[in-house]
Nanobody, 118 residues
Framework: QVQLVESGGGLVQAGGSLRLSCAAS????????MGWFRQAPGKEREIVAA????????YYADSVKGRFTISRDSAKNTVYLQMNSLKPEDTAVYYC???????????WGQGTQVTVSS
């Protein structure tokens, strides 16, 4: 099993920045990729960004390209999401997730709230 703990959420004004962190513990060697998802009130959970653990290949949703950057620190078993030029529509609970190579996001964190005020 892999445990994921997010941190770094908060309240920020539009145009501001936040950095989310996701610390992984447990069988981290089994993780193939890590992703950040978000869920706004009344909306479905959507993927925001993802990164392969070994090669560093990345994916971004169109809505965040050029504003968000996903990265990982293998030594610290931590994945980051740097969020710049934040917009009110970025307001959501952000979740970290892990894929053990099964093409499913089997591991989830508890979520961290990001609120962007206009």
């Amino acid at each position: 099993q892999v445990q994921l703990v997010e941190s770094g959420g908060g309240l920020v004004q539009a145009g501001g920045s936040l950095r989310l962190s996701c610390a992984a513990s447990g069988r981290t060697f089994s993780v193939h990729a890590m992703g950040w998802f978000r869920q706004a009130p009344g909306k479905e959970r959507e993927i925001v960004a993802a990164i392969t653990w070994s090669g560093g290949n990345t994916y971004y949703a169109d809505s965040v390209k050029g504003r968000f950057t996903i990265s990982r620190d293998s030594a610290k078993n931590t994945v980051y999401l740097q969020m710049n030029s934040l917009k009110p529509e970025d307001t959501a609970v952000y979740y970290c997730a892990g894929d053990p190579g099964s093409s499913r996001w089997d591991y989830w964190g508890q979520g961290t709230q990001v609120t962007v005020s206009s």
